[in-house]
């Protein structure tokens, strides 16, 4: 039973009086399963875990929430990679999972407005019936939900012609730490109306507000698109051949790169693989261009094609069927699964100036050196976001949680050398935080706790994640 000292048995009724008993679970299975997300192998139990269907019901858990100071934390799929989902003070774990209308689709103004807990593949695929396209595509599309996209401002391979989740929002409904519920703009594609507190929210790690309605921007859907896979001997030469992409006047439409060991481990974790990968290959890069002329299109990855082959890379693979691009695609996004199922990892999401990832990569090939770490490295090349994910394999647990430590601030310090973050898409959450001191001064993250005290001066609201107060 309850056994923090804020959070009381009355405290339990209340909840159920509101939700209904069903929805307010407080055995031992349920709070194991809400203890974790994607996040290493991180685990926090919650003291209870509610589930509200309406914003009105989680506004009336909040304001008894703050009143007595008891800690919540929302969650939406569990699919996150910074720790922003976990309870790690216990108290309230709010799941959005019942949240998962949507709710209308406009198709005079290419909007949509939905609840937070849609998946976002299902999201993309209802408006795809009506020729509209929502890009952003998490490599969890298929299980995340977008509430949690918009939390942590995701991205996915599209994002380096689409843009990320950001780009897309115009509009949320947002239940205040201390209950009240407002809009945070307007439906519109141009706003100059005073601060942006749409956009401030977005990517705000839930810790100003829970997102209870969100109103996107739509686009129509392009008709067609071409896939190719490319090897390289060398990983840096594929990091180079990128930057020279987009140099030439292209923007591919998804442009990966993935070491050879991603490639390597996502083929023998995924059943019935026909890819090969020659002996001397170091690395593949991915490339999609997509549109409505399908001329234009093969003009365009044979003119990339040609650029690619300046940087020595092996023979090219055209996807020229449906179920080939499929195929890619599953290997590519899968990766993540692969690489958790090999090994306990720690994920570093980082991101530079498209020009300074050749630097990047061989900066963190030589620290995982120096620290005696392997690294399994892929991402969203285009987009200069590497997604460096560091193997526990034979490290031992004080390596891992002592001298690894150094080894991971020496890569966020040459990020920051190199122009880049911490964080491209995944978010800072519990497990960055910190690391903020590499790329924000005392000033700017005074700033951050000042904007957070004025949603949440009781600090309840996912408290701890992205900084402490
Ligand atoms: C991806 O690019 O596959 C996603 O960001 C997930 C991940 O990196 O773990
Ligand atoms: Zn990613």
């Not at 003291?47 to 304001?63: G, H």
């Not at 019936?129 to 969890?140: I, V």
């Not at 990517?203 to 969100?214: A, F, P, Q």
């Not at 790169?257 to 023998?268: G, K, N």
Request: net charge negative; aromatic share 6%; glycine share 10%.
């Amino acid at each position: 039973m309850v056994t923090n000292t804020v959070l009381a048995s009355r405290h339990v009724d209340e909840f159920r009086k509101i939700v209904g008993e069903q929805y307010v679970l407080i055995d031992e299975e349920s709070l194991q399963h809400y203890s974790h997300d994607e996040t290493e192998d991180l685990h926090y139990l919650p003291e209870v875990v509610i589930k509200p269907r309406t914003a009105q019901e989680i506004s009336a858990i909040m304001k008894i929430c703050n009143k007595a100071k008891i800690p919540v934390t929302p969650r939406g799929a569990g699919t996150g990679l910074s720790g922003g989902a976990l309870p790690h003070l216990g108290g309230v774990l709010l799941s959005m999972e019942r949240m998962n209308s949507i709710l209308e689709i406009d198709e005079r103004n290419l909007q949509v407005t939905t609840e937070p807990a849609v998946i976002t593949e299902v999201l993309q695929n209802t408006v795809r019936e009506k020729n509209l396209f929502y890009p952003p595509d998490p490599g969890s599309r298929g299980s995340c939900f977008i509430g949690g996209n918009i939390s942590e401002n995701s991205g996915g391979p599209k994002a380096v012609k689409y843009g990320v989740v950001k780009d897309y929002v115009l509009n949320l409904e947002l239940v205040l730490p201390d209950g009240e519920i407002i809009w945070t703009g307007a439906n519109v594609l141009k706003n100059a109306t005073g601060y942006n507190l749409t956009q401030l929210v977005v990517g705000s790690e839930g810790t100003l507000g829970i997102v209870t309605k969100i109103v996107l921007r739509l686009i129509p859907h392009p008709k067609h698109d071409l896939l190719m896979l490319v090897p390289f001997k060398s990983a840096e030469n594929a990091c180079a051949a990128v930057g020279a992409i987009f140099r030439a006047g292209y923007t591919p439409s998804a442009l990966e790169f993935m070491e050879r060991d991603a490639l390597e481990w996502v083929s023998q974790f995924v059943s019935g693989s026909t890819i090969k990968i020659e002996e001397e290959v170091q690395a593949h890069l991915l490339v999609e261009v997509d549109g409505n002329d399908v001329d234009v299109l093969a003009k365009e990855i044979e003119g990339i094609a040609e650029i690619i082959q300046g940087f020595d890379c092996g023979e090219i693979l055209f996807a020229d069927n449906a179920q080939q691009k499929a195929e890619l695609w599953k290997l590519r996004r899968r990766v993540a699964e692969a690489v958790r199922a090999n090994s306990i990892y720690k994920e570093e999401d980082t991101v530079v100036p498209r020009a300074e990832l050749p630097v990047l990569l061989k900066g963190v090939k030589d620290i995982g050196k120096r620290y005696g770490f392997h690294s399994v490295c892929y991402g969203h090349a285009g987009d200069g976001n590497l997604h460096v994910n560091i193997i526990k394999g034979d490290l031992t647990d004080e390596q891992w949680n002592g001298s690894l430590k150094d080894g991971i601030r020496e890569i966020f310090a040459l990020v920051k050398e190199l122009g880049g973050t911490l964080s491209g898409e995944h978010g800072v959450g519990l497990v960055q935080k910190e690391y903020m001191n590499i790329v924000f001064n005392e000033t700017q993250i005074r700033l951050m706790r000042e904007i957070k005290k004025i949603f949440d001066p009781n600090n309840i609201l996912n408290a701890g994640k992205i900084f402490d107060i």
